[in-house]
């Protein structure tokens, strides 16, 4: 089982959607999570921190945390086609090291 | 701008040659981490560095990959001997944080594309 699992899509929806992206992690230990975006090419971005349990709201993204589960979310709402990107989720233990999943990649059609 | 620096973008090696890839991390941060990066797949944890110490690197492979942070200068990724599986991007992140204080996340640097031909 890996450390850190997302469904690897792709994921298409169209402009205006509503997205959602999932995670689960393997160690009930952890205490951090993070979504970070990276676009074809460049270099992953962090977009969204969340470390209790709910859901956390920044603009028109909204992560969500459920710890009993060990599942973590991404939800973004009124998708645009500049949102099409991979989306990659990471946990960490400890402070410091991040572990992250394979990413989902995301395209949101005009 | 304070933002982590990696160089070189591109970097092309014949097989057996050494690849030097250096990363300064973002101002006010004191640790870094490595990460290597295949065509399609995630990010793989490689180092974990502060200061003239290793803190964690249990995803370095034992042979030909070194990493230092030195007192003064960046930080420096050494692969000796590189071979075509070597290629990858390869990205440096930096953190502001010590192992007993809450994450903020990384910020990453723009990469290195490792070639080896």
């Known amino acids: 089982q890996k450390e850190v699992e997302q469904n690897s899509g792709p994921l298409s929806v169209p402009e205006g959607a509503i997205a959602s992206l999932n995670c689960t992690y393997s160690d009930r230990g952890s205490q951090s999570f993070f979504w970070y975006r990276q676009y074809s090419g460049k270099s992953p971005e962090l977009i969204m921190s969340?470390?209790?349990?709910g859901d956390k709201e920044d603009g028109r993204f909204t992560a969500q945390l459920n710890k009993a589960s060990q599942y973590v979310s991404l939800l973004i709402r009124d998708s645009q086609p500049s949102d099409s990107a991979t989306y990659l989720c990471?946990?960490?233990?400890?402070?410091?090291?991040?572990?992250f999943g394979d990413g989902t990649t995301l395209t949101v059609k005009p | 701008n304070a933002g982590v620096m990696q160089n070189p973008r591109h970097l092309v090696r014949r097989r057996g040659q050494e690849a030097r890839l250096r990363c300064s991390p973002m101002k006010g941060h004191s640790h870094v981490y490595w990460y290597r990066q295949l065509p399609e797949e995630g990010l793989k944890f490689m180092v974990y560095?502060?200061?003239?110490?290793?803190?964690?690197e249990s995803g370095m492979p034992k042979e030909r990959f070194s990493a230092e942070f030195p007192k003064e200068g960046p930080s420096i990724l050494r692969i000796q001997q590189v071979v075509r599986g070597d290629s990858a991007a390869y990205f440096c992140?930096?953190?502001?944080?010590?192992?007993?204080?809450?994450?903020?996340?990384?910020?990453f640097g723009s990469g290195t594309r490792l070639t080896v031909v």
């Open positions: 560095l502060q200061k003239e110490n290793i803190i964690d």
């Open positions: 969340i470390y209790s349990n």
């Open positions: 990471a946990v960490n233990i400890n402070a410091g090291k991040s572990t």
């Open positions: 992140a930096s953190s502001p944080l010590g192992p007993r204080e809450r994450d903020y996340g990384y910020t």
